[in-house]
Protein backbone atom coordinates (compact mmCIF):
# COMPACT_ATOMS: atom_id res chain seq x y z
CA UNK A 1 0.00 0.00 0.00
CA UNK A 2 1.52 3.23 -1.11
CA UNK A 3 1.37 6.21 1.35
CA UNK A 4 -0.36 9.73 0.96
CA UNK A 5 2.44 11.92 1.71
CA UNK A 6 0.81 15.27 4.12
CA UNK A 7 3.22 17.83 3.92
CA UNK A 8 3.36 19.79 7.87
CA UNK A 9 6.05 21.61 6.69
CA UNK A 10 8.73 19.77 8.61
CA UNK A 11 7.15 20.64 11.74
CA UNK A 12 8.17 17.97 14.97
CA UNK A 13 6.22 14.76 15.64
CA UNK A 14 5.23 13.12 18.66
CA UNK A 15 4.22 9.86 18.81
CA UNK A 16 1.76 9.71 22.02
CA UNK A 17 -0.71 11.86 24.01
CA UNK A 18 -0.28 11.01 27.53
CA UNK A 19 1.47 13.66 29.97
CA UNK A 20 4.79 13.26 28.36
CA UNK A 21 3.92 13.77 24.98
CA UNK A 22 1.16 16.79 25.89
CA UNK A 23 3.94 18.37 28.19
CA UNK A 24 6.87 18.19 25.75
CA UNK A 25 3.88 19.69 22.94
CA UNK A 26 3.26 22.87 25.16
CA UNK A 27 7.11 23.62 26.10
CA UNK A 28 7.34 23.86 22.06
CA UNK A 29 4.64 25.97 21.51
CA UNK A 30 4.19 28.51 19.79
CA UNK A 31 5.98 26.55 17.43
CA UNK A 32 3.57 24.13 15.08
CA UNK A 33 3.64 20.68 16.21
CA UNK A 34 2.16 17.33 15.49
CA UNK A 35 0.65 15.15 17.98
CA UNK A 36 -0.47 11.17 16.86
CA UNK A 37 -2.54 9.33 19.76
CA UNK A 38 -3.68 6.22 17.89
CA UNK A 39 -6.97 6.00 20.50
CA UNK A 40 -9.37 8.88 21.71
CA UNK A 41 -7.57 11.50 23.90
CA UNK A 42 -7.66 9.88 27.29
CA UNK A 43 -8.05 6.20 26.82
CA UNK A 44 -5.14 3.40 26.26
CA UNK A 45 -2.94 5.82 27.58
CA UNK A 46 -1.18 4.70 31.71
CA UNK A 47 -0.90 8.55 32.30
CA UNK A 48 -4.81 8.42 33.34
CA UNK A 49 -4.34 5.26 35.42
CA UNK A 50 -1.74 7.06 37.46
CA UNK A 51 -2.83 7.11 41.36
CA UNK A 52 0.09 7.85 43.24
CA UNK A 53 1.60 11.62 42.20
CA UNK A 54 5.03 13.59 41.57
CA UNK A 55 7.89 12.94 44.18
CA UNK A 56 9.00 16.70 44.74
CA UNK A 57 11.39 17.60 47.87
CA UNK A 58 8.45 20.25 49.15
CA UNK A 59 8.58 20.00 52.27
CA UNK A 60 9.84 21.80 54.89
CA UNK A 61 11.72 19.18 56.44
CA UNK A 62 12.86 17.49 52.46
CA UNK A 63 15.73 18.60 50.22
CA UNK A 64 16.06 17.26 46.84
CA UNK A 65 19.31 15.54 48.44
CA UNK A 66 17.42 13.58 50.30
CA UNK A 67 14.71 12.94 47.35
CA UNK A 68 18.05 11.90 45.38
CA UNK A 69 19.74 9.89 48.16
CA UNK A 70 16.15 7.93 48.15
CA UNK A 71 16.22 7.43 44.39
CA UNK A 72 19.60 6.08 43.97
CA UNK A 73 18.86 3.78 46.56
CA UNK A 74 15.92 2.27 44.71
CA UNK A 75 18.04 2.17 41.92
CA UNK A 76 20.27 -0.28 43.27
CA UNK A 77 23.67 1.16 42.06
CA UNK A 78 22.09 1.70 38.46
CA UNK A 79 20.88 5.52 38.44
CA UNK A 80 22.96 7.76 36.41
CA UNK A 81 23.65 10.24 39.43
CA UNK A 82 23.71 13.69 36.97
CA UNK A 83 20.10 12.99 35.60
CA UNK A 84 18.76 11.97 38.94
CA UNK A 85 20.38 15.34 40.28
CA UNK A 86 19.12 17.76 37.92
CA UNK A 87 15.67 15.91 37.98
CA UNK A 88 14.88 16.22 41.95
CA UNK A 89 16.48 19.74 41.96
CA UNK A 90 14.50 21.23 38.90
CA UNK A 91 10.66 19.04 39.95
CA UNK A 92 9.52 21.77 42.61
CA UNK A 93 9.55 24.79 39.97
CA UNK A 94 7.84 22.18 37.51
CA UNK A 95 5.27 21.43 40.24
CA UNK A 96 4.61 25.69 40.20
CA UNK A 97 4.51 25.40 36.40
CA UNK A 98 1.32 22.68 36.24
CA UNK A 99 -0.51 24.70 39.03
CA UNK A 100 0.01 27.57 36.72
CA UNK A 101 -1.27 25.23 34.08
CA UNK A 102 -4.55 24.67 36.03
CA UNK A 103 -3.61 20.75 37.91
CA UNK A 104 -5.95 20.58 40.40
CA UNK A 105 -3.46 19.36 43.40
CA UNK A 106 -4.68 18.56 46.42
CA UNK A 107 -4.87 21.44 49.10
CA UNK A 108 -4.42 20.85 53.22
CA UNK A 109 -6.64 23.02 55.13
CA UNK A 110 -3.53 25.84 55.54
CA UNK A 111 -3.39 26.03 51.66
CA UNK A 112 -0.44 24.41 51.18
CA UNK A 113 0.16 20.97 49.17
CA UNK A 114 -0.98 18.13 50.81
CA UNK A 115 2.14 15.23 50.63
CA UNK A 116 1.56 11.88 50.59
CA UNK A 117 3.89 9.53 51.39
CA UNK A 118 5.13 5.89 49.89
CA UNK A 119 7.18 2.99 50.04
CA UNK A 120 11.09 3.85 49.68
CA UNK A 121 10.68 7.77 50.85
CA UNK A 122 11.78 9.06 53.47
CA UNK A 123 9.66 12.07 53.74
CA UNK A 124 6.42 12.84 53.17
CA UNK A 125 7.03 14.22 48.96
CA UNK A 126 4.10 12.79 46.72
CA UNK A 127 1.58 15.64 45.51
CA UNK A 128 -1.69 13.93 44.62
CA UNK A 129 -4.64 15.38 42.94
CA UNK A 130 -8.19 13.98 43.77
CA UNK A 131 -6.50 11.51 45.91
CA UNK A 132 -5.86 8.87 43.73
CA UNK A 133 -6.70 9.92 40.45
CA UNK A 134 -3.44 12.42 39.50
CA UNK A 135 -3.04 11.07 36.65
CA UNK A 136 -6.24 11.67 35.41
CA UNK A 137 -6.83 15.39 36.80
CA UNK A 138 -3.51 16.33 35.75
CA UNK A 139 -3.86 14.86 31.94
CA UNK A 140 -7.24 16.47 32.05
CA UNK A 141 -5.71 19.87 32.81
CA UNK A 142 -2.77 19.58 30.07
CA UNK A 143 -5.22 18.69 27.63
CA UNK A 144 -7.68 21.20 28.10
CA UNK A 145 -4.24 23.84 27.43
CA UNK A 146 -3.44 21.73 24.37
CA UNK A 147 -6.58 21.99 22.76
CA UNK A 148 -6.57 25.99 23.49
CA UNK A 149 -2.92 26.43 21.79
CA UNK A 150 -3.31 26.69 18.19
CA UNK A 151 0.23 25.46 17.38
CA UNK A 152 -0.80 22.12 18.25
CA UNK A 153 -2.36 19.55 16.08
CA UNK A 154 -3.73 15.91 17.99
CA UNK A 155 -3.95 13.60 14.95
CA UNK A 156 -6.57 10.89 16.89
CA UNK A 157 -7.15 7.54 15.70
CA UNK A 158 -3.50 7.60 13.90
CA UNK A 159 -1.01 4.82 14.64
CA UNK A 160 2.79 5.35 13.71
CA UNK A 161 4.29 2.52 11.79
CA UNK A 162 7.58 2.67 10.92
CA UNK A 163 9.69 5.57 11.17
CA UNK A 164 11.73 6.16 7.48
CA UNK A 165 15.44 6.89 8.27
CA UNK A 166 18.41 7.96 5.61
CA UNK A 167 21.92 8.24 5.93
CA UNK A 168 21.85 7.69 9.53
CA UNK A 169 18.76 10.17 10.83
CA UNK A 170 14.81 10.95 10.71
CA UNK A 171 13.26 12.08 7.31
CA UNK A 172 9.65 10.73 8.02
CA UNK A 173 7.25 8.58 9.80
CA UNK A 174 5.10 6.49 7.97
CA UNK A 175 1.25 6.04 10.06
CA UNK A 176 -2.23 4.93 9.58
CA UNK A 177 -5.71 6.81 9.76
CA UNK A 178 -8.83 5.07 9.53
CA UNK A 179 -7.12 2.00 7.12
CA UNK A 180 -5.23 4.74 5.05
CA UNK A 181 -1.84 4.81 4.75
CA UNK A 182 -0.50 8.39 4.80
CA UNK A 183 3.66 9.74 5.50
CA UNK A 184 4.53 12.78 7.34
CA UNK A 185 8.10 13.83 6.46
CA UNK A 186 10.38 15.42 9.25
CA UNK A 187 13.22 15.00 10.59
CA UNK A 188 12.11 15.59 13.77
CA UNK A 189 10.13 12.78 15.71
CA UNK A 190 9.61 12.32 19.75
CA UNK A 191 8.44 8.76 21.15
CA UNK A 192 6.47 9.22 23.71
CA UNK A 193 4.45 5.72 23.65
CA UNK A 194 4.75 4.50 27.37
CA UNK A 195 5.22 1.67 28.40
CA UNK A 196 5.41 -2.53 27.62
CA UNK A 197 2.43 -3.78 30.73
CA UNK A 198 -0.09 -5.14 27.78
CA UNK A 199 2.83 -7.81 27.09
CA UNK A 200 1.97 -9.53 30.21
CA UNK A 201 -1.23 -11.09 31.66
CA UNK A 202 -1.08 -9.75 34.94
CA UNK A 203 -0.68 -5.77 33.79
CA UNK A 204 -1.75 -2.41 35.69
CA UNK A 205 -1.69 -0.67 32.04
CA UNK A 206 -3.52 -0.60 29.06
CA UNK A 207 -3.33 -3.99 27.31
CA UNK A 208 -2.52 -2.23 24.44
CA UNK A 209 0.34 -0.78 25.80
CA UNK A 210 2.96 -3.83 23.93
CA UNK A 211 6.42 -1.20 23.59
CA UNK A 212 5.35 0.78 20.54
CA UNK A 213 7.54 3.11 20.68
CA UNK A 214 10.36 0.63 21.09
CA UNK A 215 9.52 -1.28 18.18
CA UNK A 216 9.54 2.35 16.02
CA UNK A 217 13.18 2.84 17.80
CA UNK A 218 14.40 -0.45 17.24
CA UNK A 219 13.71 -0.97 13.68
CA UNK A 220 15.62 3.04 12.59
CA UNK A 221 18.30 1.58 14.55
CA UNK A 222 18.59 3.14 17.74
CA UNK A 223 20.15 2.34 20.54
CA UNK A 224 18.33 0.62 23.81
CA UNK A 225 19.17 0.54 27.43
CA UNK A 226 18.25 -1.63 30.33
CA UNK A 227 15.78 -3.55 28.98
CA UNK A 228 15.34 -6.29 31.29
CA UNK A 229 14.34 -3.91 33.96
CA UNK A 230 10.74 -4.51 34.38
CA UNK A 231 8.82 -3.45 37.73
CA UNK A 232 5.99 -5.61 39.01
CA UNK A 233 3.61 -3.27 41.52
CA UNK A 234 3.36 -5.18 45.08
CA UNK A 235 -0.29 -4.52 45.31
CA UNK A 236 -2.68 -4.71 42.18
CA UNK A 237 -6.84 -5.45 43.14
CA UNK A 238 -6.40 -9.42 42.58
CA UNK A 239 -9.63 -10.08 40.38
CA UNK A 240 -10.28 -10.77 37.01
CA UNK A 241 -10.40 -7.48 35.23
CA UNK A 242 -8.07 -6.19 32.97
CA UNK A 243 -5.98 -4.07 33.23
CA UNK A 244 -5.59 -4.48 36.88
CA UNK A 245 -6.84 -1.26 39.12
CA UNK A 246 -3.75 -0.62 41.39
CA UNK A 247 -4.23 -0.32 45.01
CA UNK A 248 -1.35 2.62 45.24
CA UNK A 249 1.22 2.93 47.82
CA UNK A 250 -0.39 5.94 49.29
CA UNK A 251 -2.83 3.42 51.19
CA UNK A 252 0.56 1.68 52.59
CA UNK A 253 1.71 4.88 53.40
CA UNK A 254 -0.85 5.78 55.49
CA UNK A 255 -0.51 2.69 57.79
CA UNK A 256 -2.29 -0.53 55.76
CA UNK A 257 -0.50 -3.93 56.17
CA UNK A 258 0.13 -6.76 53.83
CA UNK A 259 -1.09 -10.28 55.26
CA UNK A 260 -2.14 -13.50 54.44
CA UNK A 261 -5.31 -14.85 54.93
CA UNK A 262 -4.50 -16.33 58.31
CA UNK A 263 -3.91 -12.54 58.98
CA UNK A 264 -0.13 -12.74 59.35
CA UNK A 265 1.82 -9.95 58.35
CA UNK A 266 4.69 -11.89 56.71
CA UNK A 267 6.71 -9.08 55.98
CA UNK A 268 7.25 -7.81 59.41
CA UNK A 269 10.71 -9.18 59.47
CA UNK A 270 11.95 -7.45 56.55
CA UNK A 271 13.90 -4.23 56.40
CA UNK A 272 11.50 -1.49 56.20
CA UNK A 273 8.41 -3.96 55.91
CA UNK A 274 5.42 -2.78 53.65
CA UNK A 275 8.07 0.57 52.83
CA UNK A 276 10.66 -1.79 51.38
CA UNK A 277 11.64 -0.64 47.95
CA UNK A 278 8.72 -2.50 45.40
CA UNK A 279 11.25 -5.41 44.21
CA UNK A 280 11.50 -6.76 47.38
CA UNK A 281 7.96 -6.35 48.43
CA UNK A 282 6.67 -8.15 44.87
CA UNK A 283 8.88 -10.97 45.00
CA UNK A 284 7.79 -11.49 48.65
CA UNK A 285 3.93 -11.29 47.69
CA UNK A 286 5.37 -13.94 45.22
CA UNK A 287 6.81 -16.24 47.14
CA UNK A 288 3.43 -15.91 49.46
CA UNK A 289 1.30 -16.87 46.64
CA UNK A 290 3.61 -19.63 45.03
CA UNK A 291 3.30 -21.57 48.24
CA UNK A 292 -0.39 -21.34 48.35
CA UNK A 293 -1.32 -18.66 50.25
CA UNK A 294 -3.34 -15.55 49.57
CA UNK A 295 -2.19 -12.22 50.19
CA UNK A 296 -4.61 -9.00 51.35
CA UNK A 297 -3.88 -5.53 52.01
CA UNK A 298 -5.48 -4.27 55.13
CA UNK A 299 -6.61 -0.72 55.96
CA UNK A 300 -9.13 -1.60 58.14
CA UNK A 301 -7.60 -0.38 60.80
CA UNK A 302 -5.59 2.65 60.06
CA UNK A 303 -8.36 4.45 57.62
CA UNK A 304 -11.60 2.73 58.55
CA UNK A 305 -14.51 4.70 56.97
CA UNK A 306 -12.18 7.35 56.04
CA UNK A 307 -10.93 5.21 53.20
CA UNK A 308 -13.81 6.18 50.90
CA UNK A 309 -13.30 10.19 51.44
CA UNK A 310 -9.05 9.18 50.80
CA UNK A 311 -8.72 6.77 47.98
CA UNK A 312 -12.12 7.24 46.11
CA UNK A 313 -11.48 5.66 43.05
CA UNK A 314 -9.68 2.29 44.79
CA UNK A 315 -12.73 2.56 46.76
CA UNK A 316 -15.08 2.33 43.97
CA UNK A 317 -12.63 -0.17 42.29
CA UNK A 318 -13.02 -2.51 45.14
CA UNK A 319 -16.81 -2.13 45.76
CA UNK A 320 -17.11 -2.81 41.71
CA UNK A 321 -15.43 -6.58 42.67
CA UNK A 322 -17.92 -6.70 45.92
CA UNK A 323 -15.53 -5.14 48.44
CA UNK A 324 -15.58 -2.76 50.80
CA UNK A 325 -11.92 -1.73 52.56
CA UNK A 326 -13.33 -0.40 55.08
CA UNK A 327 -14.66 -3.82 56.28
CA UNK A 328 -12.26 -6.14 54.72
CA UNK A 329 -9.24 -6.67 53.72
CA UNK A 330 -8.24 -5.87 49.58
CA UNK A 331 -6.78 -9.30 47.51
CA UNK A 332 -4.10 -7.94 46.21
CA UNK A 333 -1.10 -9.24 43.71
CA UNK A 334 1.89 -8.11 41.52
CA UNK A 335 1.71 -6.74 38.31
CA UNK A 336 3.58 -5.57 35.78
CA UNK A 337 3.58 -1.53 36.05
CA UNK A 338 6.39 -0.22 34.82
CA UNK A 339 9.74 -0.04 32.24
CA UNK A 340 12.66 1.62 33.67
CA UNK A 341 14.48 0.19 30.56
CA UNK A 342 13.96 2.10 27.11
CA UNK A 343 15.46 3.98 23.93
CA UNK A 344 18.59 5.00 25.45
CA UNK A 345 18.99 9.10 25.69
CA UNK A 346 21.24 11.52 26.71
CA UNK A 347 20.17 14.12 29.30
CA UNK A 348 18.06 16.31 26.26
CA UNK A 349 16.39 13.15 25.37
CA UNK A 350 18.36 12.67 22.07
CA UNK A 351 18.53 8.66 20.85
CA UNK A 352 21.44 7.16 18.87
CA UNK A 353 18.97 7.69 15.90
CA UNK A 354 19.58 11.61 14.50
CA UNK A 355 16.44 13.55 14.89
CA UNK A 356 14.53 11.18 17.06
CA UNK A 357 14.36 11.33 21.11
CA UNK A 358 12.07 9.71 23.55
CA UNK A 359 10.25 11.09 26.50
CA UNK A 360 8.56 9.19 29.19
CA UNK A 361 8.25 5.53 29.87
CA UNK A 362 9.63 4.86 26.48
CA UNK A 363 13.19 6.58 27.44
CA UNK A 364 15.49 5.12 29.10
CA UNK A 365 17.40 8.15 31.25
CA UNK A 366 18.89 6.59 33.82
CA UNK A 367 16.75 8.27 36.70
CA UNK A 368 15.10 5.01 37.45
CA UNK A 369 18.31 2.83 37.44
CA UNK A 370 17.50 -0.85 38.30
CA UNK A 371 14.18 -0.28 40.47
CA UNK A 372 12.17 2.63 40.35
CA UNK A 373 11.22 4.85 43.03
CA UNK A 374 7.19 5.46 43.59
CA UNK A 375 6.37 7.83 42.09
CA UNK A 376 9.30 9.13 40.21
CA UNK A 377 7.70 8.20 36.71
CA UNK A 378 5.41 11.07 36.74
CA UNK A 379 8.24 13.38 37.88
CA UNK A 380 10.09 12.06 35.34
CA UNK A 381 7.81 13.21 32.27
CA UNK A 382 7.14 16.20 33.30
CA UNK A 383 10.73 17.37 33.98
CA UNK A 384 12.32 15.84 31.10
CA UNK A 385 10.18 17.24 28.85
CA UNK A 386 10.87 20.76 28.87
CA UNK A 387 14.76 19.63 27.91
CA UNK A 388 13.76 17.26 25.21
CA UNK A 389 11.27 20.39 23.68
CA UNK A 390 14.27 23.01 23.86
CA UNK A 391 16.16 20.43 22.41
CA UNK A 392 13.92 19.83 19.42
CA UNK A 393 13.20 23.50 19.27
CA UNK A 394 16.75 24.20 18.50
CA UNK A 395 17.79 21.47 16.00
CA UNK A 396 17.50 22.48 11.98
CA UNK A 397 13.98 21.39 10.62
CA UNK A 398 15.59 20.53 7.32
CA UNK A 399 13.24 19.54 4.58
CA UNK A 400 13.35 15.94 2.34
CA UNK A 401 10.75 14.04 0.24
CA UNK A 402 12.26 10.41 1.21
CA UNK A 403 11.23 7.72 -0.96
CA UNK A 404 8.63 5.81 0.96
CA UNK A 405 8.63 2.10 1.27
CA UNK A 406 4.94 0.20 0.83
CA UNK A 407 3.41 -0.89 4.17
CA UNK A 408 0.61 -2.88 4.92
CA UNK A 409 -1.13 -1.58 7.99
CA UNK A 410 -2.01 -4.40 11.02
CA UNK A 411 -3.64 -4.08 14.73
CA UNK A 412 -0.78 -5.67 16.82
CA UNK A 413 -1.58 -7.69 18.78
CA UNK A 414 0.44 -8.94 21.91
CA UNK A 415 -2.25 -11.80 22.85
CA UNK A 416 -0.43 -14.83 21.38
CA UNK A 417 2.72 -14.00 23.24
CA UNK A 418 1.45 -13.03 27.18
CA UNK A 419 1.79 -16.83 28.56
CA UNK A 420 5.40 -16.88 27.02
CA UNK A 421 6.18 -13.33 28.18
CA UNK A 422 4.59 -13.70 31.77
CA UNK A 423 6.48 -17.13 32.50
CA UNK A 424 9.44 -16.25 31.32
CA UNK A 425 9.75 -12.36 31.79
CA UNK A 426 8.06 -12.43 35.37
CA UNK A 427 9.44 -11.61 38.93
CA UNK A 428 11.41 -14.63 38.94
CA UNK A 429 13.48 -15.71 35.81
CA UNK A 430 15.96 -18.35 34.80
CA UNK A 431 18.63 -19.46 32.06
CA UNK A 432 16.32 -21.74 30.77
CA UNK A 433 12.68 -20.39 30.34
CA UNK A 434 14.86 -17.38 28.88
CA UNK A 435 16.21 -18.84 26.42
CA UNK A 436 13.29 -21.29 25.48
CA UNK A 437 11.53 -17.73 24.84
CA UNK A 438 13.74 -16.50 22.44
CA UNK A 439 14.19 -19.17 20.34
CA UNK A 440 9.69 -19.19 20.06
CA UNK A 441 10.02 -15.69 19.73
CA UNK A 442 12.90 -14.93 17.25
CA UNK A 443 10.40 -16.43 14.11
CA UNK A 444 7.34 -14.80 15.27
CA UNK A 445 9.55 -11.44 15.47
CA UNK A 446 10.52 -11.16 11.73
CA UNK A 447 6.76 -12.79 10.43
CA UNK A 448 4.40 -10.37 9.57
CA UNK A 449 1.82 -10.97 11.89
CA UNK A 450 0.33 -8.66 14.06
CA UNK A 451 1.94 -10.64 16.99
CA UNK A 452 5.04 -9.77 15.08
CA UNK A 453 6.39 -6.25 16.49
CA UNK A 454 5.02 -7.19 20.42
CA UNK A 455 7.24 -10.50 19.86
CA UNK A 456 10.12 -8.01 18.78
CA UNK A 457 9.94 -6.11 22.49
CA UNK A 458 9.35 -9.31 24.10
CA UNK A 459 12.04 -10.67 22.41
CA UNK A 460 14.99 -7.76 23.17
CA UNK A 461 13.46 -8.02 26.50
CA UNK A 462 14.50 -11.71 26.91
CA UNK A 463 17.85 -11.34 25.40
CA UNK A 464 18.99 -7.99 27.75
CA UNK A 465 17.58 -10.49 30.69
CA UNK A 466 19.79 -13.42 29.65
CA UNK A 467 22.63 -11.47 29.70
CA UNK A 468 22.49 -9.95 32.74
CA UNK A 469 23.57 -12.78 34.87
CA UNK A 470 22.94 -11.52 38.08
CA UNK A 471 19.87 -10.16 40.43
CA UNK A 472 19.92 -6.43 40.73
CA UNK A 473 16.80 -4.52 41.44
CA UNK A 474 13.61 -5.67 39.68
CA UNK A 475 15.62 -8.55 37.52
CA UNK A 476 15.79 -11.36 39.75
CA UNK A 477 17.88 -14.53 38.45
CA UNK A 478 17.19 -17.59 40.21
CA UNK A 479 19.85 -19.31 38.67
CA UNK A 480 22.04 -16.24 39.53
CA UNK A 481 20.64 -15.25 42.93
CA UNK A 482 24.15 -12.79 43.69
CA UNK A 483 24.40 -9.10 43.13
CA UNK A 484 27.74 -8.57 41.06
CA UNK A 485 29.86 -5.79 42.75
CA UNK A 486 29.79 -3.58 39.92
CA UNK A 487 26.71 -2.18 38.60
CA UNK A 488 27.13 -2.02 34.74
CA UNK A 489 24.25 -0.52 32.22
CA UNK A 490 23.35 -3.05 29.29
CA UNK A 491 23.07 -1.69 25.89
CA UNK A 492 21.50 -3.45 23.10
CA UNK A 493 20.31 -2.78 19.22
CA UNK A 494 18.23 -4.62 16.75
CA UNK A 495 21.41 -5.89 14.85
CA UNK A 496 22.94 -7.23 17.89
CA UNK A 497 19.56 -8.83 19.58
CA UNK A 498 19.11 -10.47 16.42
CA UNK A 499 22.45 -12.05 16.15
CA UNK A 500 22.56 -13.00 19.58
CA UNK A 501 19.17 -14.68 18.98
CA UNK A 502 19.96 -16.50 15.80
CA UNK A 503 23.22 -17.97 17.43
CA UNK A 504 21.18 -19.37 20.56
CA UNK A 505 18.81 -20.98 18.13
CA UNK A 506 21.45 -22.67 16.04
CA UNK A 507 23.28 -23.89 19.32
CA UNK A 508 19.96 -24.96 20.48
CA UNK A 509 19.63 -27.19 17.54
CA UNK A 510 22.92 -28.67 17.46
CA UNK A 511 22.46 -29.67 20.78
CA UNK A 512 19.31 -31.10 19.78
CA UNK A 513 20.58 -33.32 16.79
Not at 111 to 127: F, Q
Not at 152 to 173: D, H, K
Not at 251 to 265: I, T
Not at 266 to 282: Q, Y
Request: proline fraction near 6%; hydrophobic fraction near 45%; include cysteine.
Amino acid sequence: MTPDIHDIGGAPVIIGAGIAGLMTALHLAPQPVVILSRAPLGTETSSTLAQGGLAASLGDDDSPELHLTDTLAAGDGLCNEAIARRVVESVPATIDHLIRLGAPFDRALDGKLRLGLEAAHSRRRIVHAAGDATGRELFRALLAVARRTRSITIMEGATALRLVVAEGGIVGLLAVLHSGVFALPTRRVVLATGGIGGLFGDTTNPLSSYGHGLALAACAGAELADLEFVQFHPTALDTPRRPMPLISEAVRGEGAVLVDEYGHRFLAAIPGAEFASRDVVARAIANQLAAGHRVYLDARRCLGQKFAKRFPAIDAACKQAGIDPAMEPIPVRPAAHYHMGGVAVDAEGRSSVGGLWACGEVACTGLHGANRLASNSLTEAIATAAWVAASVAGTSTGRQWPRLPAVFPLRPDPSPVRQLVSNALGIFRNGKALREAISTLLPIAVGETATADPALVALLIAIAALRREESRGSHYRSDFPGREAAALPSRLTLCTAFESAVALSWQRSERSR
